[in-house]
C-alpha cells in the first residue's frame, strides 16, 4: 500500500532554513512525479514545487531561489530544502505522488512549518 509521511517540520525564526522529508513507501520513482504543497486555514493548498520522473522542476514564484525539490531514488524519499524563510510560508506542508499516466495520486497527512520571531 502507498504511504507518504512527512517530517521535518517546526518552529523556525525568519531567516531560518528547514528540510522537510517525505518517505515515500511504495512509491516508484519512475513513474510518479512527487510534489510538494502547502495550506493556510481559509486558503486553497497550493502548489509550492514538484519534480517529474525524468527530473524536471518547478516552483512556484513565492520560492524561487529560496527553496529547493531533490529526490533520492535509492531512499524512496523525497525532500524540500527550505532557506530563508519569511513569515508568509507558515503553513501546513503535504507531499504528493501523482501518477504519472493518470490522475491517481497520493497524499500524506502534512508537517507544519511555523515561521515566528
Known amino acids: 500500500q502507498v504511504q507518504l509521511v512527512e517530517s521535518g517540520g517546526g518552529l523556525v525564526q525568519p531567516g531560518g532554513s528547514l528540510r522537510l522529508s517525505c518517505a515515500a513507501n511504495r512509491v516508484d520513482f519512475r513513474r510518479y512525479a512527487l510534489a510538494w504543497y502547502r495550506q493556510v486555514p481559509g486558503k486553497q493548498r497550493e502548489l509550492v514545487a514538484e519534480?517529474?520522473?525524468?527530473?524536471?522542476?518547478k516552483y512556484a514564484d513565492f520560492v524561487k531561489g529560496r527553496f529547493t525539490i531533490s529526490k533520492d531514488n535509492a531512499k524512496n524519499m523525497f525532500y524540500l530544502q527550505m532557506t530563508v524563510l519569511k513569515s508568509e510560508d507558515t503553513a501546513v506542508y503535504y507531499c504528493?505522488?501523482?501518477?504519472?499516466?493518470?490522475?491517481?495520486?497520493?497524499w500524506g497527512r502534512g508537517t507544519q512549518v511555523t515561521v515566528s520571531s
Open positions: 519534480v517529474t520522473t525524468d527530473d524536471n522542476t
Open positions: 504528493k505522488a501523482l501518477w504519472s499516466y493518470g490522475n491517481l495520486e497520493f
